[in-house]
């Protein structure tokens, strides 16, 4: 059991651009082994060859030709790896000599038509297989080696079956009257056998390594983004990742991080539980006490001293309302304040909504408007007429005098549309997406000129999307704005 647990420890201590190197090594070392097989097998076919002179001598130039394809790939293979110059010297010195050996082998071939004509079929396979290598080298120079080596390390078992083909119909005629048919068979069932070793460990290496990338780093990345998750949703996080690869040391990052989050967020709610009890409580005594003294409770007061006692009782309300906004929207994006939801009628919420804010209207002679629609939404009432009150204040507060705020209801296949309407100042195209934050203000003296805390309209933005909905607005700067909240059906 200890013994498994210290193998697991192992296997994750390596750096991932360790673990890069071992992908490509294994690959090498399978298709190293192959080219000595094949070249062994070639080297034997040559050996058997000897028995004429122009047979030991075509078959001599076949050998150096493979020769040359070999060393000039493992040249490049060690240069895409290594990068030393010596390397690529070897490769273009191998490369070049290829097309050299080709020439002696058409002069030793002139006369015999048949293998002539093989040569030709030899030099075509061994050129596509030159080819692919001088492509590879483009791209290890162009900086994508491991792709290119990767590539170049498996090259097409296809390709080495034509030159292999090519090779054997080519010393199937220098020794068509000399060599036995077993023996003939035999050379044949070890080059298959090498190809086919070949191919089978091509297969089990690409799902070795498929296993590999899928257990050991796809799935410790599936537990970083699972992470992710689980603190937006404020739950547990998996277990710490075992190892010291990046991986490893960047999950630890982010434990620290939820650590911290954590932290800060117990230190919001103790900050927000302060402002509950040892602020709003105290400021609404107050309050109280201001009015009551306003209107002689405590004796009689000059008119200053009312006037005085009014501003005080009006900025105190001013910081109950934002205590009591700040406390809803926490609550709101905490996840704390739950609503139930039922089928209301959108009538009855608008006429709520107006009542509310018809005093506020009437000091500015302006007229609201709100035809019946009929329409039903599933919804928490008391909260979509706050959300109602605050677009409805806030068009009131920046419409002019003797002008007109409409509240329209559409039924959509997504579900019920309100839009308030107001023939205010409009907001800039560049204030759109700002609006819905915290403390904005489309413009700088609004606070002090309108009032307001600057957190209305990212309440309504938690009340409609804690109902499932969504919130938007339209405006032309100096033409109005419509504000509209989109509600599920019930």
Same mark, same amino acid.
């Given at each position: 059991?200890?013994?498994?647990?210290?193998?697991?420890?192992?296997?994750?201590?390596?750096?991932?651009?360790?673990?890069?190197?071992?992908?490509?090594?294994?690959?090498?070392?399978?298709?190293?082994?192959?080219?000595?097989?094949?070249?062994?097998?070639?080297?034997?076919?040559?050996?058997?060859?000897?028995?004429?002179?122009?047979?030991?001598?075509?078959?001599?130039?076949?050998?150096?030709?493979?020769?040359?394809?070999?060393?000039?790939?493992?040249?490049?293979?060690?240069?895409?790896?290594?990068?030393?110059?010596?390397?690529?010297?070897?490769?273009?010195?191998?490369?070049?000599?290829?097309?050299?050996?080709?020439?002696?082998?058409?002069?030793?071939?002139?006369?015999?038509?048949?293998?002539?004509?093989?040569?030709?079929?030899?030099?075509?396979?061994?050129?596509?297989?030159?080819?692919?290598?001088?492509?590879?080298?483009?791209?290890?120079?162009?900086?994508?080696?491991?792709?290119?080596?990767?590539?170049?390390?498996?090259?097409?078992?296809?390709?080495?079956?034509?030159?292999?083909?090519?090779?054997?119909?080519?010393?199937?005629?220098?020794?068509?009257?000399?060599?036995?048919?077993?023996?003939?068979?035999?050379?044949?069932?070890?080059?298959?056998?090498?190809?086919?070793?070949?191919?089978?460990?091509?297969?089990?290496?690409?799902?070795?390594?498929?296993?590999?990338?899928?257990?050991?780093?796809?799935?410790?990345?599936?537990?970083?983004?699972?992470?992710?998750?689980?603190?937006?949703?404020?739950?547990?996080?998996?277990?710490?990742?075992?190892?010291?690869?990046?991986?490893?040391?960047?999950?630890?990052?982010?434990?620290?991080?939820?650590?911290?989050?954590?932290?800060?967020?117990?230190?919001?709610?103790?900050?927000?539980?302060?402002?509950?009890?040892?602020?709003?409580?105290?400021?609404?005594?107050?309050?109280?006490?201001?009015?009551?003294?306003?209107?002689?409770?405590?004796?009689?007061?000059?008119?200053? !001293?009312?006037?005085?006692?009014?501003? *005080? %009782?009006?900025? &105190?309300?001013? $910081? @109950?309302? =934002?205590?009591?906004?700040?406390?809803?929207?926490?609550?709101?994006?905490?996840?704390?304040?739950?609503?139930?939801?039922?089928?209301?009628?959108?009538?009855?919420?608008?006429?709520?909504?107006?009542?509310?804010?018809?005093?506020?209207?009437?000091?500015?002679?302006?007229?609201?408007?709100?035809?019946?629609? !009929?329409?039903?939404?599933?919804?928490? *009432? %008391?909260?979509? &007429?706050?959300? $109602? @009150?605050? =677009?409805?204040?806030?068009?009131?507060?920046?419409?002019?005098?003797?002008?007109?705020?409409?509240?329209?209801?559409?039924?959509?296949?997504?579900?019920?549309?309100?839009?308030?309407?107001?023939?205010?100042?409009?907001?800039?195209?560049?204030?759109?997406?700002?609006?819905?934050?915290?403390?904005?203000?489309?413009?700088?003296?609004?606070?002090?000129?309108?009032?307001?805390?600057?957190?209305? $309209?990212?309440?309504?933005?938690?009340?409609?999307?804690?109902?499932?909905?969504?919130?938007?607005?339209?405006?032309?700067?100096?033409?109005?704005?419509?504000?509209?909240?989109?509600?599920?059906?019930?």
């Amino acid at each position: 059991m200890i013994g498994g647990f210290e193998a697991k420890r192992l296997r994750f201590d390596l750096k991932l651009s360790q673990k890069g190197l071992i992908l490509v090594a294994i690959p090498l070392l399978f298709q190293i082994i192959f080219f000595v097989v094949l070249a062994g097998l070639i080297s034997s076919a040559e050996h058997e060859e000897m028995i004429a002179k122009r047979g030991e001598r075509i078959t001599a130039r076949i050998g150096n030709v493979s020769k040359h394809l070999i060393e000039s790939e493992m040249a490049l293979i060690g240069y895409g790896c290594r990068r030393i110059e010596p390397l690529r010297q070897a490769y273009e010195a191998n490369d070049a000599q290829i097309p050299l050996v080709f020439e002696d082998l058409k002069k030793l071939t002139k006369d015999v038509p048949e293998t002539a004509i093989s040569i030709t079929s030899l030099e075509v396979a061994v050129n596509r297989l030159r080819a692919n290598m001088r492509l590879s080298l483009g791209s290890i120079e162009g900086g994508n080696w491991m792709p290119a080596v990767v590539r170049l390390a498996g090259q097409s078992t296809n390709s080495y079956f034509s030159v292999k083909h090519e090779i054997e119909a080519i010393t199937k005629q220098i020794r068509k009257s000399l060599i036995t048919d077993g023996q003939e068979q035999r050379n044949r069932q070890r080059i298959w056998a090498a190809l086919i070793v070949m191919l089978v460990s091509n297969i089990a290496i690409t799902v070795l390594m498929s296993l590999y990338f899928s257990k050991n780093i796809s799935g410790r990345l599936k537990v970083l983004s699972e992470n992710t998750i689980r603190v937006r949703d404020r739950k547990q996080l998996n277990p710490p990742l075992v190892g010291s690869d990046e991986i490893a040391e960047l999950d630890q990052t982010f434990h620290s991080m939820s650590a911290a989050l954590t932290k800060a967020e117990q230190t919001k709610a103790e900050f927000i539980s302060m402002i509950s009890h040892d602020l709003r409580s105290p400021l609404t005594s107050l309050q109280f006490t201001f009015a009551l003294a306003e209107k002689g409770a405590f004796g009689e007061i000059n008119e200053k !001293g009312k006037e005085r006692f009014s501003k *005080a %009782e009006f900025t &105190v309300e001013r $910081l @109950v309302k =934002l205590i009591n906004e700040l406390l809803d929207i926490e609550k709101m994006e905490a996840g704390m304040l739950n609503m139930v939801l039922s089928a209301e009628s959108l009538d009855a919420i608008v006429r709520r909504g107006l009542d509310s804010v018809s005093g506020l209207a009437d000091k500015k002679s302006i007229e609201l408007d709100a035809p019946p629609s !009929g329409l039903s939404v599933n919804a928490e *009432a %008391e909260r979509i &007429v706050q959300v $109602l @009150v605050n =677009l409805l204040s806030n068009a009131i507060k920046f419409s002019p005098e003797n002008s007109k705020i409409v509240v329209a209801a559409a039924d959509l296949p997504t579900g019920v549309k309100v839009t308030v309407c107001d023939q205010g100042r409009g907001i800039p195209k560049d204030k759109l997406k700002e609006v819905f934050d915290r403390f904005a203000q489309v413009e700088r003296d609004d606070a002090t000129t309108h009032g307001g805390t600057g957190l209305g $309209l990212a309440i309504c933005k938690a009340i409609v999307e804690g109902h499932g909905g969504i919130i938007g607005v339209d405006s032309d700067e100096g033409a109005g704005s419509r504000f509209w909240f989109i509600l599920p059906k019930p």
